[in-house]
T-cell receptor, first 109, second 115 residues
Framework: AQRVTQPEKLLSVFKGAPVELKCNYS??????LFWYVQYSRQRLQLLLR??SRESIKGFTADLNKGETSFHLKKPFAQEEDSAMYYC???????????FGQGTILTVHP | GAGVSQSPSNKVTEKGKDVELRCDPI?????LYWYRQSLGQGLEFLIY????????KSGLPSDRFSAERTGGSVSTLTIQRTQQEDSAVYLC?????????????FGPGTRLTVT
């Protein structure tokens, strides 16, 4: 069985502070991992995926297979980063996603 | 280009009634997914269509739920004899390919309320 855990339902930081959204997964094989984001009144959208090893909007995420984690980080949070963030895993040969419960990030001015 | 569209955006129905939710994927996308977003369960997979292959229905919560995809394009999710626990936002997503690495593009969702 595959599972994604986001331990923080709510996370608040001040503008300019570093932010880390935690994600741990459980899967016996080699998963594909993603971060999706949902801004207020917008649809769910892909933020980044581990295979791309890219930085989007200043966010990065590194897959740590030893710790089965895929934490999302940004060194200097901005108010526009306030949103719901979902960590997701695909462990099958196709794109069926298993999502974590989500973390609501609030960045205060 | 146009993104994934879903209709209706909101649906209020009485317990026991049947509902149909529609999804129009992005043109040319062969893979289509339905997910459900609810307060108690978070985001959960329901069903997956890929081209003309048999769908993966492993996420459907009961036999009251069914879905079809006609002509490899539009999809309809049907819930029969709705129950209050069916209240949720139903999201549709499509991707260019069914491979796991391909980005899924989500629709705005249909908010279903069962009274």
């Amino acid at each position: 069985a595959q599972r994604v855990t986001q331990p923080e339902k709510l996370l608040s930081v001040f503008k300019g502070a570093p932010v880390e959204l935690k994600c741990n997964y459980s899967y016996s094989g080699s998963p594909e991992l993603f971060w999706y984001v949902q801004y207020s009144r917008q649809r769910l959208q892909l933020l980044l995926r581990h295979i791309s090893r890219e930085s989007i909007k200043g966010f990065t995420a590194d897959l740590n297979k030893g710790e089965t984690s895929f934490h999302l980080k940004k060194p200097f949070a901005q108010e526009e980063d306030s949103a719901m963030y979902y960590c997701a895993l695909s462990g099958t040969s196709y794109g069926k996603l298993t999502f974590g419960q989500g973390t609501i990030l609030t960045v205060h001015p | 280009g146009a993104g994934v569209s879903q209709s209706p955006s909101n649906k209020v129905t009485e317990k026991g009634k049947d509902v149909e939710l529609r999804c129009d994927p992005i043109s040319g996308h062969t893979a289509l997914y339905w997910y459900r977003q609810s307060l108690g369960q978070g985001l959960e997979f329901l069903i997956y269509f890929q081209g003309n292959s048999a769908p993966d229905k492993s996420g459907l919560p009961s036999d009251r739920f069914s879905a079809e995809r006609t002509g490899g394009s539009v999809s309809t999710l049907t819930i029969q004899r709705t129950q209050q626990e069916d209240s949720a936002v139903y999201l549709c997503a499509s991707s260019l390919s069914g491979q796991a690495s391909y980005e899924q593009y989500f629709g705005p969702g249909t908010r279903l309320t069962v009274t």
